[in-house]
């Protein structure tokens, strides 16, 4: 069954560099899509699917599961900084300028008068070390806050959540609804970190990526359509600690 349902989707005109592959599963009656924290697409099938409706139903899909897809591939490009003076750096959606300290004084890196101070590092590999050990401490507190309400909304009661880093990826929800984001998603504007934020939130109620979830989503954000268009194009400028 699975070869014939294969043979269906990649008659579809599905991008080439997209990974796909699909599951029998006995026990679904519909349908059901998947993407991977890696951006790969898994179609599991009712063991008596129809191939041609299940290439019917993938191709109406197609445009949202692009955006899916794109979202949660590799990111195209990893921005570098630059570790000197007036280097400009967001948190929470507001820039500010960097001002590296000369030796001798404090060990920590703070906002000051509208300056992100940067004690003068060994390397600079140990300057984004300490500037993203600061997002992630700075974030972990203001996610803590942050999510009462909306896991309100969601009507879930996550456990902790913090900010570190996840290398590509931008959110994880864990055992016991342990929430954790990407330290580098403190750049945006609150409104974009909320976006990652349900999401992960949802998670803990709803599985997959469908419809279920996202109008799960779309409760908790009235505005989850644009959150969600706003933040596929500002994720790729996000700065990830290249020096």
């Not at 991008?15 to 679904?28: C, D, G, L, S, Y």
Request: charged share 25%; with cysteine; aromatic share 6%.
């Amino acid at each position: 069954m699975s070869i014939t349902v294969e043979s269906a989707i990649a008659a579809l005109p599905l991008p080439e560099e997209w990974q796909w592959q699909v599951t029998v599963r006995p026990k679904r009656r519909t349908l059901g899509i998947e993407v991977t924290e890696d951006g790969a697409v898994l179609f599991a099938v009712p063991s008596d699917a129809e191939p041609a409706a299940v290439a019917e139903a993938v191709r109406a899909r197609l445009p949202r599961l692009a955006a899916e897809v794109h979202r949660r591939g590799p990111r195209a490009g990893n921005p570098v900084k630059e570790l000197v003076d007036g280097a400009s750096f967001a948190y929470l959606g507001r820039r500010h300028r960097l001002r590296v300290l000369t030796d001798g004084t404090s060990g920590r890196v703070r906002l000051h008068h509208g300056w992100l101070e940067l004690p003068r590092p060994a390397t600079r590999q140990d300057g984004a070390r300490l500037l993203a050990d600061w997002y992630a401490a700075k974030g972990t507190r203001w996610l803590a806050g942050r999510a009462v309400p909306l896991a309100a909304r969601a009507g879930v009661t996550p456990g902790r959540i913090e900010a570190r880093d996840l290398g590509m990826r931008w959110g994880a929800c864990g055992p016991g609804g342990h929430i954790t984001l990407h330290w580098a998603l403190l750049q945006l504007s609150p409104a974009l970190i909320d976006l990652v934020l349900v999401h992960e939130l949802t998670h803990m109620r709803t599985t997959g990526h469908g419809t279920r979830f996202r109008n799960a989503m779309r409760a908790v954000l009235t505005d989850f359509d644009d959150l969600e268009r706003r933040f596929t194009a500002a994720e790729r400028d996000l700065w990830r600690g290249a020096v």
